[in-house]
Every structure is written in structure tokens, then in C-alpha cells.
């Protein structure tokens, strides 16, 4: 599968990443069927978090990949943490113990990438930085990111951080593109011109922290996917017709959408059916025109001024 580095690291990542939310809802030899499945088509880059399935999806993983130091060396394996019941939590104490639960989980003594997962509003910097510059020291992780903050945000972090950040995973899909439609409509006075985020799409690209995408297939806050899904029929028709031109199914257009943009973003599936992890990882060799891509666009309801 083609490759991209990882924010300003010199690690080479799948463009789809695979991710590892569901995979407590398969059974033993599905989970290894379905592992197996990604790397053999050269998605070697899984995604967990220490909340996923309270930690139950890290364990079915290890054991579905048969973890062992040889298999381990042929993976890249990314964890968030900073969720906690009722509450965020960016605290040293809590950073370091939840990376040795997930370290503990998947069976293994560093996980290449920790993001930390949601805003914490009570964030101290110099806690994170101190959290960060052990774990790095220790071994523990290697590189090291966030999820679903905006720049200023980033910025707070960065002012002790002096560890790259190297990702940022974000809400994003065909109709769910509010990053890209504010940019689209700059002082227009409609709904899409309204900045949530600070820009964040421009300055994950100023500043090469690779955007991963997740939720690539829903609509809404997981209220479901849009694909063949009859809410959305002009969306589909266009998909479908996209899809048919260059030979390859709907869902791998919608990542192929994603790939598309040119901040390099590394989607981040939710699926644990092996076929569509398979159309998902086609969309590496899928490039849309600048006329597909808008035509799709449009046909999700966002508007051009």
C-alpha cells in the first residue's frame, strides 16, 4: 500500500489506517481472519484506545496478531488515552498508567504513536510534557500526537511539549466536511462558512501534523453511515457513478475522497468486515479528478459560493 511519512517523523505509514474499535464484537478466529486479512494487503497500521471496549479490544488484538517480538517488529501500533468516566484526564499520573495498561493490553513494550484522545478543559502542559518526556525516555512510546483539538489547543501543548506532534484525528468525511467547507465559503453568510475549529485543516498542513480522519463513513455524531443509506440519494448516485468509472465500490471512493485532498490525511476505518477493510485499502490506488471529488462534494449538499 502506498505510504506517507507521519507528520515531520521519519516514519513510513499506511495511508488507511486500521481501526480497532469493534473488534470485540468478532469471535476469536474472526478477529485473527480479519487481522491477518489488513496486513495482507499491507495495512500494518492499527489504531486503539485504552477505552475501547474498556480495554478488551488492545487484548482481542494482541491475541488475534499472536503477538510475539518478531510480529511485533512488522506492526506500527497506535494508542490514545485521556478518557475517563464522566471526565478527561491529561494528568501525568494518568497518561503514565494508562499507557502501562495499554502496553500491558497488547502485549507489547512501546507503541509507536499515543495521541491523547479528547481535550482535557483542565490540561496542565507541563504535566504532559513531563508525562511525554518519560514515556520517551523510558522507551515506552516513540512518537507521539493528539485527537480532536484545535490549533490553539495544540499550541498550549507545544509551549512545554518539545516532542513533535505528529498527528491529529479528527471527525471527518463527505458529510461530515465543516474543516473544509469553512474554508470553501471564507465571509459568506451560511451555516458552512462558520469556523468550529479554528482552522485546523490549514494548520495541521502549515505545521505537517497528518490529519486521520475517523468516522469516514458517518453522518452526524454516529448516527450511521451514508453510504446506501436512503437519506442520501443524491450522495449515493454520484458515489455509484464514481464508483462504476473506476471499477472499485462505494466504500472505496469515500476514502478515496479523503486521500484526495492534498493534506495527506491517513483515514482511520471502523469496519471488521474484511471485504470492505479490502475496498478500504484499494483507495490508495484510487486518485479523483478535481471534478469527481467536487462533484461528490456538492452532491452531499455542500455548497460553493
Same mark, same amino acid.
Given at each position: +500500500?502506498?505510504?506517507?511519512?507521519?507528520?515531520?517523523?521519519?516514519?513510513?505509514?499506511?495511508?488507511?489506517?486500521?481501526?480497532? +474499535?469493534?473488534?470485540?464484537? %468478532?469471535?476469536?478466529?474472526?478477529?485473527?481472519?480479519?487481522?491477518?486479512? #489488513?496486513?495482507?494487503e499491507g495495512a500494518n497500521f492499527f489504531d486503539h484506545a485504552d477505552?475501547?471496549?474498556?480495554?478488551?479490544?488492545?487484548?482481542?488484538?494482541?491475541?488475534?496478531?499472536?503477538?510475539?517480538?518478531?510480529?511485533?517488529?512488522? %506492526?506500527?501500533?497506535?494508542?490514545?488515552?485521556?478518557?475517563?468516566?464522566?471526565?478527561?484526564?491529561?494528568?501525568?499520573?494518568?497518561?503514565?498508567?494508562?499507557?502501562?495498561?495499554?502496553?500491558?493490553?497488547?502485549?507489547?513494550?512501546?507503541?509507536?504513536?499515543? %495521541?491523547?484522545?479528547?481535550?482535557?478543559?483542565?490540561?496542565?502542559?507541563?504535566?504532559?510534557?513531563?508525562?511525554f518526556d518519560q514515556l520517551e525516555a523510558s522507551g515506552k512510546v516513540?512518537?507521539?500526537?493528539?485527537?480532536?483539538?484545535?490549533?490553539?489547543?495544540?499550541?498550549?501543548?507545544?509551549?512545554?511539549?518539545?516532542?513533535?506532534?505528529?498527528? $491529529?484525528?479528527?471527525?471527518?468525511?463527505?458529510?461530515?466536511?465543516?474543516?473544509?467547507?469553512?474554508?470553501? $465559503?471564507?465571509?459568506?453568510?451560511?451555516?458552512?462558512?462558520?469556523?468550529?475549529?479554528?482552522?485546523?485543516?490549514?494548520?495541521?498542513?502549515?505545521?505537517?501534523?497528518?490529519?486521520?480522519?475517523?468516522?469516514?463513513?458517518?453522518?452526524?455524531?454516529?448516527?450511521?453511515?451514508? %453510504?446506501? $443509506?436512503?437519506?442520501?440519494?443524491?450522495?449515493?448516485?454520484?458515489?455509484?457513478?464514481?464508483?462504476?468509472?473506476?471499477?472499485?465500490?462505494?466504500?472505496?471512493?469515500?476514502? #478515496?475522497?479523503?486521500?484526495?485532498?492534498? #493534506?495527506?490525511?491517513?483515514?482511520?476505518?471502523?469496519?471488521?468486515?474484511?471485504?470492505?477493510?479490502?475496498?478500504?485499502?484499494?483507495?490508495?490506488?484510487?486518485?479523483?479528478?478535481?471534478?469527481?471529488?467536487?462533484?461528490?462534494?456538492? #452532491?452531499?449538499? $455542500?455548497?460553493?459560493?
Amino acid at each position: +500500500m502506498r505510504t506517507i511519512k507521519l507528520g515531520t517523523s521519519n516514519l513510513d505509514v499506511p495511508v488507511v489506517a486500521v481501526g480497532c +474499535m469493534r473488534i470485540n464484537s %468478532l469471535e476469536k478466529k474472526e478477529a485473527e481472519a480479519f487481522v491477518q486479512a #489488513a496486513l495482507d494487503e499491507g495495512a500494518n497500521f492499527f489504531d486503539h484506545a485504552d477505552i475501547y471496549g474498556g480495554g478488551q479490544c488492545e487484548e482481542i488484538f494482541a491475541e488475534a496478531v499472536h503477538m510475539s517480538p518478531t510480529v511485533r517488529e512488522k %506492526l506500527i501500533l497506535q494508542s490514545k488515552c485521556g478518557i475517563r468516566q464522566g471526565q478527561f484526564d491529561f494528568s501525568k499520573e494518568h497518561i503514565l498508567s494508562s499507557v502501562d495498561g495499554i502496553l500491558k493490553r497488547l502485549n507489547t513494550e512501546y507503541l509507536d504513536v499515543l %495521541l491523547l484522545h479528547r481535550p482535557d478543559a483542565l490540561v496542565e502542559p507541563e504535566e504532559v510534557a513531563e508525562a511525554f518526556d518519560q514515556l520517551e525516555a523510558s522507551g515506552k512510546v516513540r512518537h507521539f500526537g493528539v485527537s480532536n483539538q484545535k490549533p490553539m489547543q495544540i499550541e498550549l501543548l507545544k509551549k512545554h511539549v518539545k516532542q513533535p506532534l505528529v498527528a $491529529n484525528q479528527l471527525q471527518l468525511s463527505i458529510t461530515n466536511a465543516n474543516m473544509i467547507s469553512n474554508g470553501v $465559503n471564507v465571509n459568506m453568510l451560511i451555516d458552512e462558512s462558520v469556523d468550529r475549529d479554528g482552522s485546523i485543516l490549514d494548520y495541521c498542513r502549515l505545521h505537517d501534523i497528518t490529519i486521520q480522519p475517523w468516522s469516514p463513513f458517518q453522518y452526524g455524531f454516529f448516527e450511521g453511515v451514508f %453510504l446506501d $443509506n436512503d437519506k442520501f440519494p443524491e450522495l449515493n448516485a454520484e458515489i455509484n457513478k464514481v464508483a462504476e468509472a473506476h471499477g472499485v465500490s462505494n466504500t472505496t471512493i469515500a476514502i #478515496a475522497w479523503l486521500l484526495r485532498h492534498p #493534506a495527506n490525511m491517513q483515514p482511520v476505518t471502523g469496519t471488521t468486515n474484511i471485504q470492505r477493510i479490502k475496498d478500504c485499502i484499494k483507495a490508495s490506488e484510487v486518485k479523483l479528478s478535481r471534478e469527481e471529488w467536487y462533484g461528490i462534494y456538492r #452532491a452531499a449538499g $455542500n455548497q460553493l459560493p
